[in-house]
């Protein structure tokens, strides 16, 4: 069934679906705030007369193509086309702003590739697995998660001023909390704005802090956004730099696989917490936020882990690791296919020839790289003040168009404001968004859990995972403490 | 434009403590479901603001320090708003196609063949890429163009 997969996939109207659903995605993916799930929305309609392999493969492509193009414009603009990308530009843009933004490109896709192909191979063989482990995560195993993640970002990320951090953390948690309890389903701070009901949009918002923030830092600047008008590395430099950090990629794809195959979390958060995690655990964290490479490949290796492992609870259960895995979901089920144990047998061959797809796209995704970053880092020298307004208007057509709002507009210039200013007091912007992603999954957990349990706080220990990550949270916060004790009797001494 | 960091981050942590005893109040008025975690988080911000301004006034860590800011960007503010205000009244296609041109003089080019070719470009690749290409409704103006 697999050879017959790949035969089908190998078919040249297969190949062609890839190749302009790979290209699509990028190009869309760059575009502030479209990203992976609207294109594959506007795509569904015209997929009605394709075969089911065909349709999906064209998804699929999109899906992929959209996630490594998002990091385009975080490298080149500092403005993440799509929130799998926010972290990206972190190491990325000042890549970039040195003159080496070939090199981070080239950085980017082959982490990318690296991530997506390891999430193939999982996909491949260890579906079943991951499906039945993700699972065993109840309400308060997700919980905890959420509360790991919130703590290591207060321990790395924040070193430098853990009070900023926390404030940034805190008011992100507030903001989350507006509109729709996710329990009861009463109606929260809304102040009477029937637009604030559904809460604050994730899009909007990443628009607003990072691509209208970053405009407002055009504005001041002027000049060009690289510093240097002659590239300091290739492309091929960037693809040997991903393959010396060995352990940042091998990480990343991890966290990214593991985060994809457990259902809500999303890709949005994983290239958070990757990077984070690289950040932790690497020798240099000093460079980080300074134009890292390894800054650049965490993200890039977990979005793609990310995209094929979130398609293992979407194949196996019917239940969807993304916005973007359910519309692939919805293709399935247009074309007659139900998620479950008959796609890996009745309609075992489908499956296959998509897979496959997903790994054309992935191989596409350096062709189409290779092809055209010559012209794509010249952005970067091009004058801020051609960029300024196009930009503003891209990010207006991006927010609106997910749910034709205008409100979506407006929230995302009013992030940008306040981005602006949090920039300018050097509070860290992933520290309010994380809360922003996971706030409701939180919320939902902690209530849910103690809801099983009648109000007993033992469930949150009840498990053999929470207790594991109850434990690590514990260590990561004690680790830290451990060396400010250190630190402090030396000083004594 | 030059503020000293001392004042703009207490005005900012004030800022932060007047929607964190906001949202405090409102919550009160909720059930104990909808009111336990925003409550939780209402405080902890409130406790985390108090500390930082502690902090920054016994401190001297931010004493010599100056925030500096350029008036472009505070004009900017008000670019951005009749931006969205222009989009709201008078459509997407037609706000952009005074916005861009404005903003571009602004910035200080000043070769008008040149601005007004990257606009209209900028207006083609829009009209043919989202309006006829996806069908994706733009927001209109109030008189529905």
Redesign the interface.
Known sequence: MIWEGFLSAMAPVNILYAFLGTALGIVMGAIPGIGSSMTMA?LLPFTFWMSPAGALILLGAVYCGATYGGSISAILLNTPGTPASAATSFDGYPMAQQGKGMAAIGIAAMASFVGGAAGLVLLFTVSPLLAEISLKFGPAELFLLTLFTFTIISVTVLKESV??G??AL??G??FS?IGY?P??G?L??TFGLSYLEDGIQLVPAIIGLFA?SE??AF??M?GTISNSLEAKGGLSDGFRATFRYPATLIRSTVIGSVIGALPGIGVSAANLIAYVAAKARSKHPELFGKGSPEGVIAPEASNNAVTCTSLIPTLTMGIPGSSSAALLMGALMIHGLIPGASLFTTYGEVTYTFFFGLALSNIFMLLLTVLTVRFLVKITVI????L???I??LC??GS??MR?N?GD??VA?AF??LA???R??K?PLICLLLPIILGAM??RG??QSLMISGGSFSIFWASPISKTILAITLLSLLYPLAGFFRKMSGNRR | MEIR?KY??SV??LF?GA??IL?LV??SA??E??????RI??V??LC??A??LL?IWRGDSLKSKV?K??K??LV??FL??G??VG??LAG?MLA?AL??P???YW???RKLWLVFL?TSG?LLF?YFV?IVG??????DSLIGF
Not at chain 1, 383 to 386: A, I, K, L, P
């Open positions: 506007l009070m900023k926390l404030i805190g008011l948690l507030i909390g309890d329990i009861s009463a929260r701070f209208i405009v407002f504005v001041e002027g004058d801020v003040g051609f300024i307004p196009i503003v208007s207006f057509i609106y168009a034709n205008t507009a407006v210039m940008g404001v602006y200013v949090m300018k007091l509070y939180m919320e902690y209530h | 960091m703009a981050e900012f942590l932060c929607v964190s949202f409102l919550s909720y059930n479901i909808a009111k336990a975690v925003p988080c209402s902890f911000v985390c603001a500390f930082r902090q925030l800011v350029q472009r960007a900017f503010v951005l708003v931006y969205t989009v709201y997407l952009s916005f861009i404005l903003c571009m910035m200080g080019h990257i900028y829009v989202f996806f069908r994706m409704p733009l927001p």
